[in-house]
């Protein structure tokens, strides 16, 4: 990210916003952790970044109901050659990034964004417990969230 940023008007010292919806079900751990460490490492404190990701609890089938539908749309993207890889879990995400120079702001999954953003139902929105998007803020050289003020 570094390398393809440095050959842009990139600004590294203004705060930017990232958005990386639909990438990191198809990309390992380690991959993945990587790329959010590059770019907390060339975004000014402050900068945001939003993420869609898959529980890795979905990778660990139960046998529920759940677990099946999970397993249909897994082999459908594999069919057309695009496995699902890896998750995150929710519980320790925050913990996950932190030494990353990220922040955990928000992590929601369907049920809960269709709850704040289409309460009504008026889109048909259809959720599920497999999918989140997490909003994370890189961090300043003390940790400090240059976005925020003291009193948070």
């Known amino acids: 990210l570094d390398a393809a940023l440095s050959r842009t008007s990139f600004n590294r010292s203004a705060p930017t916003f990232f958005s990386w919806l639909g990438v990191t079900m198809y990309l390992t751990r380690e991959a993945n952790m990587a790329a959010l ?8 404190p402050g900068s945001q970044l939003v993420f ?5 609890k979905m990778f660990q089938p139960e ?6 539908l999970f397993a249909e749309l897994e082999q459908t993207v594999q069919a057309v050659g695009e496995p699902f890889v890896s998750g995150f879990h929710p519980a320790t995400l925050g913990d996950d990034i932190r030494d990353l120079g990220l922040e955990l702001e928000e992590d929601l999954n369907d049920f809960q964004l269709v709850a704040r953003d289409d309460p009504a139902g ?7 417990d497999r999918s989140h998007i997490a909003r ?4 300043g050289a ?4 240059s976005g925020k003020n003291e009193n948070g």
Do not use: F, W
């Open 142 to 145: 003390r940790g400090e969230l």
């Open 52 to 56: 869609s990701y898959i529980d890795q």
């Open 37 to 44: 460490k590059s770019i907390a490492e060339c975004s000014a």
């Open 136 to 139: 994370v803020c890189v961090r």
């Open 63 to 68: 046998g529920s109901a759940t677990a099946a």
């Open 122 to 128: 008026v889109n048909g929105l259809k959720p599920t």
